[in-house]
């Protein structure tokens, strides 16, 4: 089983590639740090040595790079299952946000998993069979202050998956929505949150890996979890 994975070398990424490297056949990653890809391949291969890792750095949020690396992933075999989930987040209202911080959003968290998915499509749907995931948020559906771009780049995300799931039906091609609420990740680390009132990454990984293993007539439309005592 092939695994392609975005923003694989940190947090829920991460997380995701440990996860599907149980019995995966092949992983291939991108990221922008070459030195955490190749930890995390070390990583992986102590889990399951079987498993080949490859991996590309690159800015996603640059057209070019991000269609390159689909190519790149077509070159290595048939995806099986495509993990949408680079994404960065930058705290802002609208009113007085950074003039190209909805550019920034836009290109990162919708326009890099637009790219790839389409790249990766034209070899997966010949096979009639295969899932894409793409890792939205809360923010997707929930709007709240300080979310500025941020909030509309996943609801836009959110509104791209939906609409692949329509299209992709008569073609075998599964695809799920995640929309985690707050999850420890580095980002959260200094912020005085304790870790114990959110999610751990590997939350949302089980739970992705678990929608993938369903029989080929089940498909989990939408993942939606937040924190047991609610989102902060």
């Keep these: 089983m092939n695994i392609v994975i975005t923003g694989a070398s940190k947090g829920l990424g991460k997380a995701f590639a440990l996860e599907f490297a149980k019995d995966a056949t092949q ?3 991108c990221a922008r740090n070459k030195e955490e890809l190749e930890q995390l ?17 690159v800015d996603v949020s640059i057209k070019k790079q991000i269609i390159d690396f689909g190519n790149f992933c077509n070159d290595l075999g048939d995806t099986d299952i495509l993990i949408n989930n680079a994404g960065t987040f930058l705290p ?4 007085e946000e950074d003039e190209n911080q909805l550019e920034k959003m836009i290109n990162t968290n919708l326009y890099s998993a637009y790219h790839l998915t389409k790249t990766i499509l034209a070899k997966m749907m010949p ?15 929930n709007a709240y202050a300080n979310g500025g771009s941020y909030s509309i780049s996943k609801f836009a995300l959110l509104g791209f998956s939906k609409n692949l799931r329509e299209e992709l039906k008569p073609h075998g091609i599964k695809v799920t929505a995640v929309l985690p609420g707050a999850v420890y990740t580095n980002s959260w680390a200094g912020s005085g949150v304790n870790p114990n009132r959110i999610m751990e990454v ?7 890996y678990a929608a993938s293993k369903l029989s080929p007539q089940a498909c989990v439309d939408d993942i939606t979890i937040t924190p047991q005592q609610g989102n902060l």
């Design 202 to 208: 590997n939350d949302i990984a089980s739970l992705v």
């Design 27 to 29: 992983l291939v990653l």
């Design 92 to 95: 802002g209202s609208i009113y």
């Design 127 to 141: 096979k009639k069979k295969g899932h894409i995931f793409n890792i939205c948020s809360i923010a997707s559906t």
């Design 41 to 57: 391949s070390t990583e992986i291969n102590k889990i399951n040595p079987n498993c080949i890792v490859n991996f590309k750095i």
